[in-house]
């Protein structure tokens, strides 16, 4: 549970995200305009800020650029912009996710479950265990039982978004954007080779798999096998 403010200036989204976070019990508060949505930051330190890109009276960068220069909170920024180009600017102008809209309830709550996860006190570049799988996101080292695995860096990035979400389906699509920053590009045999470069580093093969189920037509999710 956290406190997250919400900018956003279209009302069905705003009070969409607004219902959907706060029956998850998080402490909302929302607001429509880029210069409430500062006061509301500053004003309630939040622990998650949530801000819309298109904003009537500020662009949601400039305003990006304002809050960071007050306050490391993390904010998820939701854009209309689906430019490659525009979502890496954002992210270098210190976001640290992003939703492409329109997303969905599930697409939102993974963000933030996955952001809070990252950034908040408890977890912060803490281990993520899924059985005896422990990947420790800080020193990017991945061991199965004890044993270090030998990962490149692409295989750890997929391994690691799935060991933050596990049990949830992720979708090849959502892999591409995610771990390759191409949400509108890229092709999807990129992210079977390296599904299957993780299986055989984790002792598994598609026909008896472990702990990386692939759910057909869907995608992939990291399981306890012992569960
Ligand atoms: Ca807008």
Redesign the pocket.
Known sequence: MASVVII???QRIRELVARVLADRGHDVESTATAMEGLQAVVRASPELVIL?M??PDLDGAELLKMIRAVSDVPIIVATARNEDRDVIRTLDAGADDYLVKPFSVDQLEARVRAVLRRTGSEGRDGPLAVGDLVIDVGAREARLSGKPIDLSPKEFDVLRFLAERPGDVVSKRELLAEVWRQPYGGSEKTVDVHISWLRKKLGETAAESKYLQTVFGVGVKLVDPDE
């Open positions: 956003e200036d279209e819309d298109g904003l």
